[in-house]
């Protein structure tokens, strides 16, 4: 696992645009830094996961249904070990050399197989993907984890709340509403996650983004 390529940007190339913490909405400076293809590479994970220099790409994507959002607790079998047991909305991984194309700009290929390579592997959708949308990315310097990692927030909308988890690192999946998640009885929820659903009405708000936008 910690011998395969993975996609990365450099970390100074992306706060030539600007620093963040937290969640940017829209985002396109740094989506575009992110998506063309002479930044990107496919570096081996275990070199990745101890350089700061380098932000690995995830695709971090969220299923909704109206108001309400799919959660999950991160089951003990879940690759990211400095995350067990943190519930969370957003299902993804790493974007994976194999999942690199030569018939389509690198960067934007890749990130659009993993993502369904990932929701393929993690849920099995009970319904119509009513529509999705890229709508900004994710940071956090402030944990170990996140210091390697950027989010690319992607957020789908299905016709009904029906998802089944496939893997046992999924546990506890349900949909549930939105307001639920961020209040006082909240479940500890990972960083990512907690970004996100403060800024939900934001990233609604987003038309969406791709190369050609």
Request: proline share 5%; charged share 25%; with cysteine.
């Amino acid at each position: 696992m910690m011998d395969e390529l993975v996609m990365a940007v450099p970390a100074a190339g992306l706060w030539e645009r600007g620093r963040f913490q937290g969640l940017q909405v829209g985002g396109k400076a740094w989506l575009e830094y992110v998506f063309e293809p002479r930044h990107s590479r496919f570096l081996p994970r275990a070199q990745a996961e101890s350089d700061p220099g380098w932000k690995q790409v995830i695709p971090y994507v969220i299923l909704s249904c109206g108001e309400a959002v799919f959660c999950y607790r991160r089951g003990q079998r879940s690759t990211e070990a400095r995350l067990r047991a943190l519930h969370s909305v957003g299902l993804g991984g790493h974007i994976r050399h194999s999942d690199d194309s030569l018939f389509a700009a690198p960067g934007w290929a890749a990130y659009r197989e993993a993502l369904r390579r990932e929701l393929r592997e993690e849920v099995e959708l009970g319904a119509a993907v009513a529509s999705e949308r890229l709508v900004g990315l994710i940071n956090d310097d402030a944990t170990e984890v996140g210091r390697v990692h950027i989010g690319l927030v992607h957020l789908l909308e299905l016709a009904a709340p029906a998802v089944r988890a496939r893997e046992s690192k999924i546990a506890a999946g349900r949909f549930a509403p939105v307001a639920e998640l961020r209040g006082e009885r909240a479940p500890a929820m990972e960083s990512w996650s907690a970004f996100c659903l403060k800024g939900w009405e934001q990233m609604q708000s987003q038309s969406g983004w791709t190369p050609e936008a």
